[in-house]
Nanobody, 124 residues
Framework: QVQLVESGGGSVQAGGSLRLSCAGSEYTHSSYVMGWFRQAPGKEREGVAEISTGTGSTNYADSVKGRFTISQDNAKNTLYLQMNSLKPDDTAMYYC?????????????????WGQGTQVTVSS
């Protein structure tokens, strides 16, 4: 059974940084892609960044390119999202996800398992 547990969220001022972590069970090794999504109140869940667990190739939403970096530590079964130069528009619940078949860049349909989320709040 795949389990994903996010941590690292919090409240920061604009321009600050946070690093999110996602601890996965050993079964995440079988996943093809892992990613970070976010959902702000009243908005749809959107893809932020994803990484192929095999090749390490990445995709980023245009809104976070150059500011966020996704990475993985396979030995620790952990996924990370380094977030720099945070903006108030980055405020959202951030979710970690794992999937077995990739259907396109940052597509929710690629993902089968989700964490409970960690809140990120950026104040101006």
């Amino acid at each position: 059974q795949v389990q994903l547990v996010e941590s690292g969220g919090g409240s920061v001022q604009a321009g600050g940084s946070l690093r999110l972590s996602c601890a996965g069970s050993e079964y995440t090794h079988s996943s093809y892609v892992m990613g970070w999504f976010r959902q702000a109140p009243g908005k749809e869940r959107e893809g932020v960044a994803e990484i192929s667990t095999g090749t390490g190739s990445t995709n980023y939403a245009d809104s976070v390119k150059g500011r966020f970096t996704i990475s993985q530590d396979n030995a620790k079964n952990t996924l990370y999202l380094q977030m720099n130069s945070l903006k108030p528009d980055d405020t959202a619940m951030y979710y970690c996800a794992a999937g077995y078949s990739w259907v396109g860049p940052l597509q929710i349909q690629s993902y089968n398992h989700w964490g409970q989320g960690t809140q990120v709040t950026v104040s101006s």
